[in-house]
């Protein structure tokens, strides 16, 4: 089973407006964590937001919010008020555990913005 | 503050050769991890480094290997070169330690074709 699952392979939004991508994940280890990375054309991951799997707020940042579903084992990345610098792949992934650093990665999603 | 340095950024081989990449983390990073991202596969984790030992390694043949030095600088190597090993070679860094986001800091990529 994919650890990690983006369903959206393309999304386009209105300069200004929010949009959500989804992320679901998998796993049976108590302790993980979910992040979000932005990749642009260039090619650098850019981290973008953590969730911890304890943590009982979602996480925010800046105009980066992270919608934790946790019974529901969802991650969402919401960006407010896109500009035309958001568009880019955006990767969800997640941590199993607190020791090691073997990242499970989705497939990514490409954002659109529409001036 | 130095961001991880990946070189070389692009490098052509043939069927057969073998290439070292390499990968200087941010400064006081002690963990260095390497994915291959291909557009079929997606981001796959080949294998973490911290204090110059390997602490995790993906499913990958044994053709891929890495070392990590005493300043935490990374290389990983690839023999015999096959042409589904043409990828973009990412280099990530972390603290490493336990507890925290951890989030991985990425270099911008080594891109290798292989012909």
């Known amino acids: 089973a994919q650890k990690i699952t983006q369903t959206q392979p393309g999304m386009f939004v209105q300069e200004k407006e929010a949009v959500t991508l989804d992320c679901t994940y998998d796993t049976s280890d108590p302790s993980y964590g979910l992040f979000w990375y932005k990749q642009p054309s260039s090619g650098e991951m850019i981290f973008l937001i953590y969730q911890g799997s304890y943590d009982q707020q979602n996480a925010t940042e800046g105009r980066y919010s992270l919608n934790f579903q946790k019974a529901r084992k969802s991650a969402n990345l919401v960006i407010s008020a896109s500009q035309l610098g958001d568009s880019a792949m955006y990767f969800c992934?997640?941590?199993?555990?607190?020791?090691?650093?073997?990242?499970?990665f989705g497939t990514g999603t490409s954002l659109t913005v529409i001036p | 503050k130095a961001g991880v340095t990946q070189t070389p950024r692009y490098l052509i081989k043939t069927r057969g050769q073998q290439v070292t990449l390499s990968c200087s983390p941010i400064?006081?990073?002690?963990?260095v991890s390497w994915y291959q991202q291909t557009p079929g596969q997606g981001l796959q984790f080949l294998f973490e480094y911290f204090s110059e030992t390997q602490r995790n390694k993906g499913n990958f043949p044994g053709r891929f290997s890495g070392r990590q030095f005493s300043n935490s600088r990374s290389e990983m190597n690839v023999s015999t070169l096959e042409l589904g090993d043409s990828a973009l070679y990412l280099c990530?860094?972390?603290?490493?330690?336990?507890?925290?986001?951890?989030?991985?800091?990425f270099g911008e990529g080594s891109r290798l074709t292989v012909l």
């Open positions: 992934a997640m941590r199993e555990g607190w020791t090691g650093n073997q990242f499970y």
């Open positions: 990530a860094s972390s603290l490493g330690a336990s507890g925290g986001p951890g989030e991985l800091f």
């Open positions: 400064s006081g990073h002690r963990s």
